[in-house]
């Protein structure tokens, strides 16, 4: 456990409200104190089975502690344990030059494309890619930075003929949720896995009968539990580096490898339909 020195005001008020805490409460709070630097990285299913408590046991926990829900919780831990330099890129020091500075992000950019290739299963992939294929609609969700990728997903099938939306605003992400029928496929996109509002979105697809593919860097999170397929990739970020190029990267890979696989699948039809929607934009080009 760390030195009362080496703590930070978050674990201070945690060790301070550690008797009018129940017993349970006081199981999260200890793994907490114990593991700290680590936890910044996990989701809240994660952090319940590590603790060996429920999830509802975290989440009322961080609500004794004053803050609004989990995520609240780990942004205030983070503030506390990362370094300045840490919430830019990891192997990033201070006086590195310019030209250090594009070898270590491209690096890491690198080393996430590798790794991502050895965590994507293929049982996954190609249930995925089928699912994709045969779709009547295709709907990306993701909000923030992923919100960006789900709109890069949804621009790529529709270049290859498939009806696809993505939304950047959560109350129509709702509508065309609601809409979704069977024969349908909703895309979820969330590097934490732990994204309310695409969590709650994916759900009304599911119910109105889509099929839901989560994109994910944890596999043991909420969003993982409704998923009817999981593909999982590398780009877990702490807190404060919520918008991480290299997490977007990864998402983007993937959506890629769906994107040319489902084309592969549609032969001639996917090559007909990359000439229409060529066409269409071709006169806004010099």
Do not use: W
Not at 253 to 270: F, G, Q
């Amino acid at each position: 456990m760390p030195g009362m020195q080496e703590m930070g005001k978050t674990l201070l008020n945690i060790r301070s409200h550690m008797n009018g805490l129940t017993k349970t409460e006081q199981k999260v709070a200890q793994y907490i104190l114990e593991n700290a630097q680590d936890l910044i990285y996990d989701s809240v299913t994660e952090l319940a089975e590590k603790a060996d408590v429920g999830e509802t046991t975290v989440l009322r926990f961080c609500r004794k502690m004053k803050f609004q829900g989990f995520q609240d919780f780990k942004l205030s831990l983070a503030q506390d344990l990362v370094k300045p330099t840490d919430h830019i890129h990891e192997e990033i020091a201070e006086d590195d030059d310019p030209l250090t500075l594009s070898q270590k992000i491209i690096g890491t950019h690198l080393r996430t494309l590798e790794q991502t290739r050895e965590l994507v299963a293929e049982e996954q992939l190609t249930l995925a890619i089928d699912a994709l294929a045969e779709a009547g609609n295709i709907h990306f969700f993701g909000v923030g930075s992923s919100g960006l990728t789900a709109a890069q997903g949804a621009h790529s099938f529709a270049r290859i003929g498939k009806n696809s939306l993505a939304s950047s605003d959560t109350h129509f992400q709702a509508m065309q949720a609601s809409l979704m029928n069977k024969g349908d496929v909703a895309v979820g996109l969330s590097i934490s896995g732990s994204t309310k509002d695409t969590i709650d979105n994916l759900n009304i697809a599911k119910k109105a009968g889509a099929r839901v593919i989560a994109i994910t860097s944890n596999a043991r999170s909420p969003i993982t539990k409704i998923a009817d397929i999981v593909l999982i990739v590398v780009g877990r970020e702490n807190p404060l580096q919520g918008s991480s190029l290299a997490a977007k990267i990864s998402q983007l890979a993937v959506i890629d490898i769906l994107n040319v696989a489902v084309s592969l699948k549609m032969k001639d039809e996917a090559i007909k339909y990359r000439e229409i929607t060529a066409k269409a934009t071709s006169d806004k080009l010099y």
